[in-house]
């Protein structure tokens, strides 16, 4: 409830102003009353009401005189005038003393209520708005840490470019930069982000995220190098000011971030480093610089400090008539070893093409990406050829694709395209050499059966519906001798065992195992055994 005082030199006016007014229904207690202006002054020194309701004209000090000292204390007490018609003049002051009401006399009940609402209204107003203003003030002084690091996102975004209001936020701030000094920033990412937090709790996503900010701000600020902040979850984003640029200081404080994060945390990062800027409205040109620099890490793996001016990144696609000729080539010849199973060839060639790439360490991220992402498909097309599906013999397409695009280094990229390749190629002769197995036992069956007759590899062809060549191909893999060799071999043995057992005569035993010519049979024996079939006998 609001408080006034009532001030008027006739007690009778006094008495009135109090009874005609139903005081509590406005939410107002009058707790005094005063004869002249000089009480009246007083009492509102002692007990700050919230509203004067005073006569002009009074003894010793008027109305307007009280009001006036008030307004020069600064006091916060609302004045509302009463006097008479004659005195209109006098209202022309009040307003200049900005007085919050003025009531004719006599005083009409109504008149009266509705300027005393008013007042009433409007110091509720300003005393809400004045609430609400202490309560953001104070959730500003409780969040400040966190506005703070968000104008520092935002500036490092290239949200502010006008100098003056960016170094009016820098000393509100109290962030140690000035807007016109040089500068540079680095960028630092911890390596293998996804796989690292894959098992964690929430809670401990939280702690490693303030350990990492702590350590990185207590070294930055050691060195009273700049500033620290998170940008986003995985990336810590450090702004170097001038004292850090000579020498090259910064790169010492990278290291030994980096160093500190492994041994007090146990993790890799890597940190891209930008170039300098001139002003701090530039500042996220730099960011862009460090972070290309960080991608970097690509070819020369984790635990990688980068600066930029140091490396030379093209951003455009190198020759590509050239390199897309070298991977035709390369790629036609992994699908060959696919197809036959050969996993030593697909890792020979795979090792090859990622030779090719890594060559100067020129080619972009994406270029590399979409290379293994195009030999992923068609291996994928050369395996549905073969009446195989892709997803029952490795992973599906879009487990393949996810993997292709979240390795972060090159080493890791190979060493997933190789496992991919050799896993599709082992299936592969795995199912050949099943295959193979049961031609091979139906070739030697098939010689076994007809040794003694007209036999050669396209008769044998001919029986199991399959070209000589593919016949003499499996059959040497798998052997490690020919068909004509294992035919020749079946026929000396077979001999061997009629020139012991039997007394028949060297042309009986030629034909008996497929030779007309019992001259030709005689010195395929000799080749064969060393001796003449007659001296076998003996």
């Known amino acids: 409830m609001l408080t006034m005082i009532i001030a008027d030199d006739e007690s009778i006016v006094r008495q009135g102003l109090k009874?005609?007014?139903?005081?509590?229904?406005?939410?107002?207690?009058?707790?005094?009353?005063?004869?002249?202006?000089?009480?009246?002054?007083?009492?509102?020194?002692?007990?700050?009401?919230?509203?004067?309701?005073?006569?002009?004209?009074?003894?010793?000090?008027?109305?307007l005189e009280v009001a006036m000292k008030l307004e020069e204390q600064g006091s916060d007490i609302r004045v509302v005038l009463i006097s008479g018609a004659q005195d209109f003049n006098y209202a022309k002051t009040a307003l200049d003393i900005k007085a919050e009401g003025y009531v004719l006399k006599p005083v009409i009940v109504d008149e009266l209520n509705e300027v005393i609402r008013k007042v009433v209204n409007r110091i509720k107003l300003e005393r809400k708005q004045q609430s609400e203003m202490t309560h953001l003030k104070r959730q500003i002084h409780e969040h400040f840490p966190l506005i703070r690091n968000n104008f520092l996102r935002n500036l490092a975004s290239g949200v502010y470019v006008n100098a003056t209001s960016i170094q009016n936020k820098l000393d509100y701030f109290q962030i140690p930069i000035q807007s016109d000094e040089s500068l540079l920033v680095s960028s630092l990412q911890i390596d293998d982000y996804d796989n690292r937090i894959e098992n964690l709790s929430e809670e401990d996503k939280q702690l490693l995220s303030f350990g990492v900010t702590n350590i990185i701000e207590e070294i930055v600020t050691n060195y009273n190098s700049g500033i620290s902040f998170g940008m986003s979850e995985n990336e810590f984003v450090q702004i170097y000011h001038q004292s850090a640029l000579s020498n090259r200081k910064y790169t010492e404080i990278?290291?030994?971030?980096?160093?500190?994060?492994?041994?007090?945390?146990?993790?890799?990062?890597?940190?891209?480093?930008?170039?300098?800027?001139?002003?701090?409205?530039?500042?996220?040109?730099?960011?862009?610089?460090?972070?290309?620099?960080?991608?970097?890490?690509?070819?020369?793996?984790?635990?990688?400090?980068?600066?930029?001016?140091?490396?030379?990144?093209?951003?455009?696609?190198?020759?590509?008539?050239?390199?897309?000729?070298?991977?035709?080539?390369?790629?036609?010849?992994?699908?060959?070893?696919?197809?036959?199973?050969?996993?030593?060839?697909?890792?020979?060639?795979?090792?090859?093409i990622f030779d090719h790439l890594c060559n100067g360490r020129s080619m972009t991220v994406e270029y590399v990406q979409g290379v293994c992402f195009e030999m992923a498909c068609i291996a994928s097309r050369t395996v549905q050829d073969l009446g195989e599906s892709m997803d029952s013999i490795a992973d599906e397409r879009s487990v393949v694709l996810?993997?292709?695009?979240?390795?972060?280094?090159?080493?890791?990229?190979?060493?997933?395209?190789?496992?991919?390749?050799?896993?599709?190629?082992?299936?592969?002769?795995?199912?050949?050499?099943?295959?193979?197995?049961?031609?091979?036992?139906?070739?030697?069956?098939?010689?076994?059966?007809?040794?003694?007759?007209?036999?050669?590899?396209?008769?044998?062809?001919?029986?199991?519906?399959?070209?000589?060549?593919?016949?003499?191909?499996?059959?040497?893999?798998?052997?490690?001798?020919?068909?004509?060799?294992?035919?020749?071999?079946?026929?000396?043995?077979?001999?061997?065992?009629?020139?012991?057992?039997?007394?028949?005569?060297?042309?009986?035993?030629?034909?008996?195992?497929?030779?007309?010519?019992?001259?030709?049979?005689?010195?395929?024996?000799?080749?064969?055994?060393?001796?003449?079939?007659?001296?076998?006998?003996?």
């Open 19 to 63: 009874n005609i007014v139903r005081w509590n229904d406005l939410g107002i207690e009058v707790i005094a009353e005063a004869r002249d202006g000089q009480e009246a002054y007083e009492l509102c020194q002692q007990l700050h009401p919230d509203i004067l309701f005073t006569d002009i004209r009074m003894p010793l000090m008027d109305g």
């Open 254 to 352: 990278c290291a030994e971030i980096a160093l500190c994060l492994k041994n007090f945390l146990k993790v890799s990062v890597s940190i891209g480093i930008g170039r300098p800027i001139d002003k701090i409205s530039l500042v996220h040109t730099s960011l862009e610089d460090a972070r290309s620099a960080l991608q970097y890490k690509f070819y020369t793996g984790h635990n990688s400090i980068l600066d930029i001016s140091d490396i030379d990144i093209l951003n455009d696609t190198p020759n590509e008539s050239i390199i897309s000729s070298e991977l035709y080539e390369n790629e036609n010849r992994l699908m060959g070893y696919i197809k036959l199973g050969d996993v030593e060839g697909v890792t020979e060639t795979i090792n090859g």
């Open 402 to 538: 996810d993997a292709i695009y979240s390795k972060e280094t090159i080493a890791d990229l190979k060493s997933y395209m190789s496992n991919l390749f050799i896993i599709i190629a082992e299936y592969f002769s795995k199912k050949y050499n099943q295959k193979s197995a049961k031609v091979i036992r139906k070739i030697k069956d098939i010689i076994d059966q007809k040794y003694s007759g007209d036999i050669s590899v396209v008769k044998i062809s001919q029986e199991i519906y399959l070209t000589p060549n593919y016949l003499s191909m499996i059959f040497k893999q798998d052997t490690g001798e020919t068909i004509s060799e294992y035919i020749t071999k079946v026929r000396m043995e077979h001999a061997k065992n009629l020139l012991k057992t039997t007394d028949l005569k060297i042309l009986e035993i030629a034909e008996k195992v497929g030779y007309d010519d019992p001259h030709y049979f005689s010195k395929a024996f000799k080749k064969y055994s060393g001796i003449h079939p007659q001296k076998h006998r003996l």
